[in-house]
């Protein structure tokens, strides 16, 4: 049974940080795809950002330069390192995970979800 639990969500200020957490169980993170998406109220979800098997990132437009996706093998966790926050920002964070080591678009390519996180930037 694969679960996928977020943490490190809150309420920041415009310009502050945030560091999210996504520890798994029942699933490893090394070689394969996991992301990190978002959901605003009344707006679709958005993928955040993705990292590969081999390490590789991809970031949406919005938020490069700003968000850094990592992986610690040993814990077995994903984060997302949040700088620079924006109003814009604000959003309930889901860490998902694929069982592929190349990342399939979209959010229905994602096999397992996390249950979210909140940030809220003002």
């Known amino acids: 049974h694969v679960q996928l639990v977020e943490s490190g969500g809150g309420s920041v200020q415009p310009g502050g940080s945030l560091r999210l957490s996504c520890a798994a169980s029942?699933?490893?993170?090394?070689?394969?795809?996991v992301a990190w998406f978002r959901q605003a109220p009344g707006k679709e979800r958005e993928a955040v950002a993705a990292?590969?098997?081999?390490?590789?990132?991809r970031y949406a437009d919005s938020v490069k330069g700003r968000f850094t996706v990592s992986k610690d093998y040993a814990k077995n966790t994903l984060y997302l390192q949040m700088n620079s926050l924006k109003p814009e920002d604000t959003a309930m964070y889901y860490c998902?995970?694929?069982?592929?080591?190349?990342?399939?678009?979209?959010?229905?390519?994602?096999?397992?979800w996390g249950q979210g996180t909140q940030v809220t930037v003002s």
């Open positions: 998902a995970a694929q069982d592929r080591s190349w990342c399939k678009a979209g959010p229905s390519s994602y096999d397992y």
């Open positions: 029942g699933y490893t993170f090394s070689w394969k795809c």
């Open positions: 990292i590969h098997s081999a390490g590789s990132t």
